[in-house]
C-alpha cells in the first residue's frame, strides 16, 4: 500500500513540477516521451562526468536525437549547481531567521513575565515591611507610653 501511495505522489509530482537533469532519477527521466530505460541509465551515467547546462547537452549521447531533446524541454529544467545551493542557502537562512524570530520573541515573553514576578514580589514585600513597620511603631508607641508613665508615677 505504501508504494503504491509514493508512486501515486511521485506521478502527481511529474505532472506539477519539471524534472531536473542534474538530480533526476530514472523514473523520472523514464517519465519524459521518448526516454525508456536504457537511454535513462544512459543519461545518468553521462552526467557523472559532465554537467548538464541545457537539454541540447544530451545531443552528445548516443541514441538520443533532437525529437528527444525537444521532449526534455518540453518537461524538464536545468539548474547549476549554484543556484541549487543558493535556493536551499535562502531556505535554509530563512528558516534560521525564523526561528531565531520565534526563540526572540520567547525570550521576551519570558524577560516579561519574569519582570512582573520580580514586581509583585517587591510589592509583596514592600508591603510586609510596612505592616512590620507599623507594628514596630506601634510596640515603640506603646513602649514609650509606659515608661512616660512611669516617669510620671515616679516624680509623683
Do not use: P
Not at 35 to 59: N, P, W
Request: aromatic share 2%.
Amino acid at each position: 500500500m505504501k508504494k503504491i501511495i509514493a508512486l501515486l505522489m511521485l506521478s502527481i509530482s511529474f505532472v506539477f513540477a519539471a524534472i531536473n537533469l542534474q538530480t533526476a532519477s530514472k523514473e523520472e527521466l523514464m517519465s519524459i516521451k521518448g526516454i525508456g530505460e536504457q537511454k535513462a541509465l544512459a543519461i545518468m551515467e553521462y552526467r557523472k562526468t559532465h554537467k548538464l547546462k541545457s537539454a541540447d547537452d544530451l545531443l552528445a549521447i548516443k541514441g538520443i536525437g533532437a525529437g528527444i531533446v525537444e521532449n526534455v524541454k518540453k518537461d524538464v529544467k536545468v539548474s547549476s549547481a549554484k543556484k541549487t545551493a543558493k535556493a536551499k542557502t535562502s531556505k535554509a537562512s530563512k528558516k534560521l531567521d525564523n526561528a531565531k524570530t520565534k526563540t526572540t520573541k520567547k525570550v521576551a515573553k519570558t524577560k516579561a513575565k519574569a519582570n512582573k514576578k520580580v514586581a509583585k514580589a517587591k510589592t509583596k514585600a514592600s508591603k510586609k515591611a510596612k505592616k512590620v513597620e507599623k507594628k514596630t511603631s506601634k510596640k515603640a508607641a506603646t513602649k514609650a507610653k509606659k515608661q512616660v508613665k512611669k516617669q510620671t508615677k515616679t516624680k509623683k
